[in-house]
C-alpha cells in the first residue's frame, strides 16, 4: 500500500500543470468569477472537465489483483487489472466549480471513458465518477469563495465513496476488498490533496494577475490625477505636452504621443528628433482608430516613419473621447511588436479611458463656468434708470446753490458707474474696492435724503484685502434704502460692519428701517422676487452669487423684526482669503 504513495503524488506535477493552463479559459474565469455561463459556455466546462478526468485515468497506475504488480500507463485492463487514478479531481473541480450539472456531465463522460477500459472494476468506477460531480456540486456555493479544505475534504470523500461502490458492484468481493485494502488509502489521501492543490494553484495564479491589474489601474489612476490639471484646459499642443511628459516618465515605453484629428500634438521620447508635433498624423492605423474609435496595433510597416533607423518598431493607440466622439489618440511606441504585453495594452485601455473622463469634465466644467460668468456679466451689467434719473435731478438742484457739493456729487456718480462697468469685466474684487462703490452710492443717497440718512461704518481695515465678489454689498445697501427706510418718519440708520474672524471675514448690513413681514423673511434670499423699482439683483441673486463664488458657507443670514429693521450677514470663507493681521 505504500508504495504507492509516491507513484501517486508523482502525478499530481500533471494536476499543477493543467490547473495553470484551465486559468487561460474564458469559461473557468466565469466560474471563479461567480457569473452565470451561457449553454456554449457549460457546454466546454463539462467537456473540459470531462477530458480532465479521462487525463487523471490515463496517468493512473495499474494494479494487478493476481499478481499484485503495479504497472505504469495503461490502455486497457485485464479482468484482474484496476487502476489507482487521479480521475476524481477533474470531476471533483467541476462540480465546485461549476455545480452539479456541471460536475454530472463531467462524470458522466470520464465514467464511460473508464468503463470501456475494462477491469472488473469498470462498472463501479464508471458509476462513482458520475456520483463524484453530484456530491462536489451540493458543496458549490455561488456566493461565497471555495476553501481550501473544502476542496480536501471533498476530493477525499469522493475517492471514499467510489470504495464504497467498489466493494458493492464488483465482484468478486475478496479481489474487490484486497484491492481496496492495497489502492484506498493512498487514492483518498492523493485526490483529497490534489482537489485541494488544484485550487491552491489556481488561485495564486489569478491572485498574481489581480496584483499586477490592481497596481497598473493604480498606475493609470496615479498618471490620471498628474494629467488632470493640464488636460482641464483641454486637449491642445501644450496640454498634451505636459501630459506625455508625466506619462514617459511613469511608463516603460519608447515613447508617448498625442494627436487630434488632424495632427500630432506632442511626441515625448525616443525619435523626438524627427518625429515632430504639429505635422498632421502620418499612421494609418492612428486614423483608422479615429474613425472607427477601437483601439489598434500598428507594426513597423504601418507607422510610415521615413528615418531609416528609427528605433520605434511598433505602437499601440487608443482613442481618446469626448461625448460618444473620438477627439485624439493615445500613442505608446515600443521597439517591436515582442515588446507589446497584456498588461501593456490594459494599461492604455485604462489610461486612455481616464483622460477622455478628464477631457468631458473639462469640457463640462467650462460649460458651467461660461454659463455662470454670463449670468454674473448680465446681472451686474443692470442698472436702475430710477437711480440715475434721481441723482441727476439732485446735481441739477445743486449747481446753483452749492456747485462745490453738485460737483463732488458728479465725482461720486462717476466713480459709481465706473465701477458698474469695471465689474462687468471681473470675477473678483478687493473688500476695499467694494466699500468704495457703495460709499459712492451712499454719499449720492445721503444728498438726497439730506440729514435724514446716516451711514456708519465699523471697519477691520485687516479685512479690506479679502476677495469678494463685484455688486455684491451695494445691491444689499440699495435693498435697506429702498424697502427698508425710504418712507420711513425720522431719522434713517443703516450701519455697515467687516470684522475679520478666525473663519474667514463677516460683513454686516444693518438698518432701523420697517422690517420685513415674517411670511416673507421665510423664502427671502431662496425664491426669485422681481422687484419693479430695484436694480434688479435683489436679496435672492445676491445669494446665489455669494454661493455660487464663495461657497455655502456664504449663505446670507436675515434677521427681521417688524418695526425694528432687518440685519443681513454673510461670511467669505477664509480659505478663498488673504486676510493680514
Known amino acids: ?83 489507482a487514478n487521479s480521475r476524481v479531481i477533474g470531476i471533483v473541480a467541476a462540480g465546485l466549480f461549476g455545480g452539479y450539472r456541471i460536475g454530472i456531465g463531467a462524470g458522466v463522460i470520464a465514467g464511460l471513458h473508464r468503463f470501456s477500459l475494462g477491469g472488473f472494476t469498470g462498472l463501479a468506477c464508471g458509476i462513482s ?15 461565497r469563495p471555495l476553501k ?12 471514499t465513496v467510489q470504495m464504497g461502490i467498489i466493494l458493492l458492484t464488483a465482484s468478486p468481493f475478496s479481489r474487490a476488498w484486497g484491492l481496496v485494502q492495497e489502492i484506498g488509502l493512498p487514492m483518498i489521501a492523493a485526490n483529497g ?20 491589474g490592481a497596481l497598473q489601474a493604480q498606475k493609470a489612476l496615479k498618471l490620471a490625477e498628474s494629467t488632470v490639471s493640464h488636460l482641464r484646459k483641454g486637449l491642445s499642443a501644450q496640454s498634451a505636452g505636459q501630459a506625455c511628459r508625466i506619462i514617459y516618465e511613469e511608463v516603460d515605453v519608447s515613447a508617448i504621443s498625442m494627436t487630434d484629428k488632424n495632427d500630432i500634438l506632442a511626441h515625448v521620447g525616443l525619435a523626438d528628433d524627427h518625429h515632430k508635433s504639429g505635422v498632421p498624423i502620418q499612421t494609418d492605423a492612428t486614423k483608422q482608430v479615429i474613425r472607427d474609435g477601437k483601439m489598434a496595433i500598428a507594426g513597423h510597416e504601418e507607422i510610415h516613419c521615413q528615418t531609416a533607423r528609427c528605433p520605434l518598431g511598433a505602437a499601440v493607440i487608443a482613442p481618446l473621447m469626448k461625448r460618444q466622439e473620438v477627439v485624439g489618440t493615445l500613442k505608446f511606441y515600443v521597439r517591436s511588436e515582442k515588446d507589446i504585453s497584456n498588461v501593456l495594452i490594459e494599461l492604455i485601455q485604462g489610461l486612455s479611458a481616464l483622460l477622455s473622463q478628464q477631457l468631458e469634465l473639462a469640457d463640462a466644467e467650462r460649460a458651467q463656468e461660461l454659463a455662470r460668468e454670463a449670468e454674473v456679466k448680465a446681472l451686474q451689467a443692470q442698472v ?22 453738485a460737483r463732488s456729487l458728479l465725482i461720486a456718480l462717476s466713480k459709481f458707474f465706473r465701477q458698474n462697468l469695471n465689474a462687468t469685466r471681473k470675477t473678483w474684487i478687493t473688500l476695499e474696492e467694494e466699500l468704495k462703490h457703495v460709499k459712492a452710492y451712499l454719499l449720492i443717497e445721503e444728498t438726497r435724503f439730506v440729514d435724514r440718512l446716516h451711514v456708519y461704518y465699523d471697519v477691520d481695515e485687516a479685512a479690506l484685502t479679502a476677495r469678494i465678489a463685484p455688486l455684491t454689498l451695494q445691491p444689499l445697501v440699495e435693498n435697506c434704502m429702498k424697502h427698508g427706510i425710504k418712507d420711513q418718519d425720522g431719522e434713517a440708520v443703516i450701519r455697515i460692519s467687516v470684522k475679520a474672524e478666525e473663519d474667514g471675514v463677516r460683513v454686516s ?32 441673486n445676491v445669494n446665489r452669487r455669494l454661493e455660487h463664488m464663495h461657497g455655502k458657507g456664504s449663505t446670507l443670514s436675515i434677521k427681521s423684526e417688524h418695526g425694528a429693521g432687518t440685519e443681513i450677514t454673510f461670511l467669505l470663507p477664509v480659505e478663498r482669503q488673504e486676510i493680514t493681521r
Open 1 to 83: 500500500m505504500f508504495e504507492l504513495f509516491l507513484p501517486m503524488l508523482e502525478r499530481l506535477g500533471i494536476i499543477v500543470t493543467v490547473a495553470f493552463i484551465i486559468t487561460r479559459f474564458r469559461f473557468f474565469r466565469e466560474l471563479i468569477d461567480k457569473k452565470t455561463l451561457d449553454s456554449g459556455q457549460q457546454f466546454m466546462a463539462v467537456v473540459f472537465f470531462g477530458v480532465f478526468g479521462i487525463i487523471g485515468t490515463y496517468t493512473g497506475i495499474t494494479y494487478n489483483t493476481d499478481s499484485l504488480d503495479f504497472g505504469r500507463w495503461a490502455f486497457n485492463l485485464g479482468e484482474s487489472e484496476a487502476l
Open 129 to 143: 465518477a458520475v456520483v463524484a460531480g453530484l456530491l462536489a456540486g451540493l458543496f458549490h456555493k455561488k456566493d
Open 193 to 212: 490533496v490534489g482537489a485541494a492543490l488544484f485550487l491552491l494553484i489556481i488561485r495564486n495564479v489569478l491572485h498574481e494577475e489581480e496584483k499586477v
Open 509 to 540: 448690513i444693518e438698518d432701523n428701517g420697517t422690517g420685513i413681514d415674517p411670511e416673507r423673511l421665510e423664502t427671502l434670499g431662496t425664491d426669485y422676487v422681481d422687484s419693479h423699482n430695484g436694480t434688479g439683483f435683489g436679496i435672492y
Open 148 to 159: 481550501l479544505t473544502t476542496a480536501l475534504l471533498v476530493g477525499a470523500l469522493a475517492e
Open 384 to 405: 436702475n434708470p430710477h437711480f440715475l434719473f434721481n441723482s441727476l435731478n439732485v446735481i441739477v438742484s445743486l449747481t446753483r446753490t452749492e456747485p462745490d457739493r
